[in-house]
């Protein structure tokens, strides 16, 4: 199909209010807990093809160094882990059917005290300190389970009437197979006579314990505890980090600096705070998004 004979999609910029027609020679549907509705927009009959599930997680600040993860097992179908994660614990994590709007989900004091009571099966409570931040999402998983626990976890594509590629399911560390998949599915509409499959890395990507030596090197100003941040975030890009603006940190005792806002809205489309604070670090899920951090990212954003 020739891009002058593809489909046309109607989208609109929620930042201007801007509306546009775009036409491409395939549409793909990966709106996750939104994927009916995306569907229905194609064909208002579609039925429902997912479920949702919520799953809460806490981060806790432990006493003490914390080395390795554990996993607990709770039934036959569930497990609970306890994860050294930015300097923290990351502890979890719930499953429970959900209906709702995605964008509101928040933890609840029961899930709170069901994941502290499941991390006590195995660990010691009053080593794990003090919860520094809480946070929940919605996973998407086929229909049709008896429960979410139960429900399998691979990925579906379907195709509509009009030939929309739906994605559903799937985990973030499956997403290059996930796109391997749709584009075998899209090879007619693409014209793609080869896929390339060889394994390419990331942006930047380095063995942070490797890159920080050769940065600090580079960077002779650097304190030795930035360096390791900027080398484990950003790998080989960090010099363009240092370059994006100036490394004052963001707050007292935090590791994160002004530059990575800069570079945050230069080269990582970062247009609000919660894009730099929830999407771009991890300063939002680790708890210290106060009102004045936000506020100087805000100013940052501005500038």
């Known amino acids: 199909m020739g891009l002058e004979r593809g489909p046309i999609a109607h989208v609109r910029d929620t930042l201007s209010g801007a509306a546009f027609e775009v036409r491409s020679r395939a549409i793909v549907n990966a709106a996750g807990p939104w994927l009916d509705d995306v569907r229905r927009l194609e064909d208002a009959g579609s039925g429902t093809s997912v479920t949702l599930s919520r799953g809460s997680h806490l981060v806790l600040e432990p006493d003490g160094d914390w080395g390795a993860a554990v996993t607990i097992p709770i039934d036959r179908t569930r497990v609970a882990f306890a994860v050294p994660w930015a300097g ?102 693409l014209e793609l006579h080869r896929i390339d499959r060889r394994p390419r890395p990331l942006p930047g990507a380095a063995d942070p314990d490797v890159a920080a030596d050769p940065l600090r090197r580079r960077h002779p100003e650097l304190e030795p505890t930035l360096a390791v941040h900027l080398a484990g975030t950003y790998g080989t890009l960090a010099d363009e980090v240092i370059a994006a603006g100036p490394l004052e940190p963001l707050a007292d005792g935090f590791v994160e600096v002004e530059a990575q806002v800069l570079y945050a809205r230069a080269r990582e489309w970062a247009v609000s705070a919660d894009d730099v604070l929830r999407r771009r670090t991890t300063l939002a899920l680790t708890g210290r998004d106060s009102d004045a951090v936000r506020a100087r990212v805000e100013a940052l954003l501005a500038s």
Not at 163 to 180: D, F
Request: glycine share 10%; proline share 5%.
């Open 88 to 189: 923290n614990l990351l502890v979890g994590t719930t499953d429970a059917a959900f209906e709702g709007d995605a964008r509101t989900i928040e933890p609840t004091a029961a899930e709170e005290r069901q994941i502290l009571d499941e991390a006590g099966l195995a660990l010691e409570l009053d080593r794990l300190g003090p919860v520094r931040a809480r946070f929940a999402g919605v996973r998407v998983l086929p229909a049709g389970a008896a429960s979410t626990a139960r429900a399998h976890r691979e990925t579906m594509l379907s195709s509509g009437p009009l030939g929309m590629v739906s994605v559903a399911g799937g985990k973030l560390t499956t997403y290059r197979r996930i796109a391997l998949a749709v584009l075998h599915r899209l090879r007619p509409d």
